[in-house]
């Protein structure tokens, strides 16, 4: 079946560090890629996606490059801030309606 | 517009009570999800609408859980005879088929509490 991999936290970064979350997924058919991100106490919210081979997401400085060799969707940002705290979920779509989910990287950021 | 939103946003209730938790999905969106997501964990699938048809039901973890919706509008989750491994917070979401790549809308969720 379909799975997303995610490293596990939580992620203890001081402010300005380089963030990576990495995240790999099976390679069945075309599926379309996203980070969701959840603030404490709220829902998720969509951070960025890509639908295809090589395309790259962006949104509030972060990003992740769609790599099928790699079947990879890694997320990264150059200097992260205390208010990027939160979950980072992965997740893929396709072949299903039913999208699959990481199991969630928590993320610190202290100042 | 507005996005998805549930209630009640708390809930606390005896064990053993029915609780009816609601979802509003945005205007336009024919897929509708339900999570649940125990404190600090991921999330857990529950049900999938089609409109107001259920293709998959293979997440509802007992038959003391069910779920409908009216048309491509409301859903409502209910969970008869609570227990207290049910508390979590239980989280909505909508999402716009007929294209590659559209994401899920979440809502805010409801927390429950089962004393």
């Known amino acids: 079946g379909n799975s997303v991999t995610q490293m596990e936290g939580p992620v203890t970064l001081s402010e300005e560090a380089f963030l990576t979350i990495n995240c790999t997924y099976t390679?069945?058919?075309?599926?379309?890629l996203f980070w969701y991100v959840q603030y404490p106490g709220e829902g998720l919210q969509l951070l960025l996606k890509?639908?295809?081979?090589?395309d790259k997401g962006s949104n509030k400085g972060f990003e992740a490059t769609y790599r099928k060799e790699t079947t990879s969707f890694h997320l990264e940002k150059g200097s992260v801030q205390v208010s990027d705290s939160a979950v980072y979920f992965c997740?893929?779509?396709?072949?299903?309606?039913?999208?699959?989910f990481g199991r969630g990287t928590s993320l610190i950021v202290h100042p | 517009g507005a996005g998805v939103s549930q209630s009640p946003s708390n809930k606390v209730t005896e064990k053993g009570k029915d609780v009816e938790l609601r979802c509003d999905p945005i205007?336009?969106?024919?897929?509708l999800y339900w999570y649940r997501q125990r404190l600090g964990q991921g999330l857990e699938f529950l049900i999938y609408?089609?409109?107001?048809?259920?293709?998959?039901k293979s997440g509802l973890p007992s038959d003391r859980f069910s779920a409908e919706r009216t048309g491509e509008s409301v859903s409502t989750l209910t969970i008869q005879r609570t227990q207290q491994e049910d508390s979590a917070v239980y989280l909505c979401?909508?999402?716009?088929?007929?294209?590659?790549?559209?994401?899920?809308?979440f809502g805010p969720g409801t927390r429950l509490t089962v004393l």
């Open positions: 609408f089609q409109g107001n048809s259920a293709p998959d």
């Open positions: 205007s336009g969106h024919t897929a």
């Open positions: 890509a639908t295809k081979a090589d």
């Open positions: 390679a069945t058919g075309y599926p379309s």
């Open positions: 997740a893929r779509s396709g072949g299903s309606y039913i999208p699959t």
């Open positions: 979401a909508s999402r716009k088929t007929g294209e590659k790549g559209n994401e899920q809308f």
